[in-house]
């Protein structure tokens, strides 16, 4: 049984990522809906979110490209010894995490950091050697560990955005790997499948399409690397969607419908156009949210403003009444530095303070001398309210 497991390199990676899914998403939904109790010290969301990465997809990533390599470059396929070393990395990082409250953090970060260097130089030397075109997944495999790195980084800091952007990042660069092997691979079954049938067909990609695709997909991922959360991103999106659609449009998927195990293919690949669509939206959607928001914090700020030479008069009505001058969130950022303080309110939440709120949450303050303003920085932009006020 054992000799068999460690025959070839699919096998004991895919068998451990379906048993970590089996673990792994019971185990969230009970903690999100039953409050069990998790053996990791991690945010639980955190926790749910790295493991699903760069436990279960890691652990596919790795069978896949064990089994993918031999065939790409005619070497001897793995077996034995280095499957199960390979193997047991990744189990005991998967242990060492799920019991991080036991441990200091930088024990399970390395082990967990060991796998994918030990990956890589197994299947780098007969890629390197064969000087094949798939070479450059070593790259990207590389820049996932480095998500994986600045993920523990940013726990060790206690730093959760970056540990998110981190993981969004992961994200993007698995789909990079998706767009690249699926677009080969859904086709490629798919002609074979379709000629068993008798259907003497050749399902391809036109090369500008599938350049296309591929280019957008790296350029969202780079998008969502340099301008986060920005107006760019979902024009990004939008357009790798489009790509990816039209791509997809080639690969003659009503022809496999009584064949599920092409469909299937077919339905998996589907969600990355779906995907990248409903990203473009969430952008606009969010767009048309800050513009409206600009426009009623406007009247927000306006109310909690001291209008200058008429003390006795404040809130909404004197402000409104008195002084018809609007003035947005975008241009309280700008007077801020000279108007209210010295300090700014600075973008990824520098100089912030854990203060109590009136409704009894903690959150990040950044707090001013003068009119008695308080700005709640909630890393994405920054709110003034009156100290006191909820």
Known sequence: METRILAYGFRPHFLLAGLAALVLLPAWALNLVAGLPLGTDWPPTLWHAHEMLFGFIASAIA??????????TGQKGYAGAPLAALAGLWLLARVLVATSARWPHWLP?????????LLAALVAV????????????????????????VFHLAL????PPLARHALYLGIDLVLVLVTVIGGRIV????????????????????????TLAVAGMIAVALGDAFWPDQRIGGWLAAVAALAQGARM??????????????????LAYAWLPVGLALKALLETVRLVGQLHEGRDRGVEVDALVDV?????????????????????????????????????????????TEVAQPDGDVGDVLERPGPGLVEHHDGAQCVATRRGVP
């Not at 060790?156 to 730093?159: C, F, H, M, V």
């Not at 798919?190 to 090369?207: F, N």
């Not at 690969?251 to 496999?256: F, G, I, L, P, S």
């Open 249 to 266: 449009a080639q690969w003659q998927a009503t022809r496999t419908l009584r064949m599920p195990i092409l469909w299937v293919l077919h």
């Open 308 to 352: 200058p030479g008429d003390p006795g008069d404040h809130g909404l009505a004197g402000g409104l009444r008195d002084r018809q001058e609007r003035i947005d969130t975008g241009a309280l950022a700008q007077l801020a530095p000279r108007a209210l303080a010295p300090a700014a309110c600075l973008p990824g939440g520098q100089r912030r």
């Open 187 to 210: 086709p490629s079954f798919t002609t074979s499948g379709l000629r068993q049938r008798g259907v003497a067909i050749a399902v391809a990609s036109r090369p500008w399409l599938t």
């Open 109 to 117: 970060a390395i082990v967990d950091l060991a796998f994918l260097p």
């Open 63 to 72: 069978g896949f490209l064990l089994t993918a390599v031999p065939s790409w």
């Open 126 to 149: 007969p890629l390197v050697r064969s000087r094949n075109r798939n070479t450059p997944l070593l790259l990207v495999l590389l820049l996932f560990w480095a998500c994986n790195l």
């Open 156 to 159: 060790l800091r206690a730093d």
